[in-house]
């Protein structure tokens, strides 16, 4: 007896991710490398403080665990301390004592990092929508930015 075809449609799909995948990973690092580049030359902070400050802004006025941060970008908890611990060096974070546990501190946005953040974040929308833009008239490019795009609109698959 035939395999049923559904299992063939599976692996077309996963190959598919995986020529996806392929393309995004060297994609992404080459953003990411331009991306940090043009974040510290302008704005003196580069992509991955930027975006932990992000994380503190969005709870401003609240503070967050460094694990918190972690979490939310992907990292491990050691990466977003020391990453915490330069936006601290720099003024634009503060550590602030946990009222229910005196050893632990939440990190919070200080009114330098709001301000750093303002400015910064239009930078990265713009260089963010310039890449995007760009690489989608780019034929190696074209279909997986268009993937990317398109992700938001569709069902999780199941």
Do not use: K
């Not at 330069?86 to 990092?113: F, I, K, M, N, Y």
């Amino acid at each position: 007896m035939a395999e049923p075809r559904d299992s063939d449609n599976r692996d077309a799909g996963i190959d598919d991710i995986s020529r996806i995948w392929e393309r995004v990973v060297p994609m992404f690092s080459l953003m990411e490398g331009q991306l940090d580049r043009t974040l510290t030359s302008r704005h003196g902070v580069g992509l991955a403080p930027l975006m932990a400050l992000g994380v503190l802004v969005g709870e401003h006025p609240g503070s967050v665990a460094v694990g918190g941060v972690a979490r939310r970008l992907g990292v491990s908890v050691s990466a977003a301390s020391r990453v915490l611990a330069h936006l601290e060096r720099a003024g634009w974070t503060v550590r602030v004592a946990w009222p229910c546990d005196r050893r632990a501190s939440r990190v919070a946005a200080t009114g330098a990092g709001l301000a750093l953040w303002a400015r910064a974040s239009r930078t990265l929308d713009r260089e963010l929508d310039t890449a995007f833009r760009t690489l989608s008239f780019d034929e190696r490019y074209a279909h997986v930015v268009a993937r990317l795009c398109r992700a938001a609109e569709e069902p999780p698959a199941h």
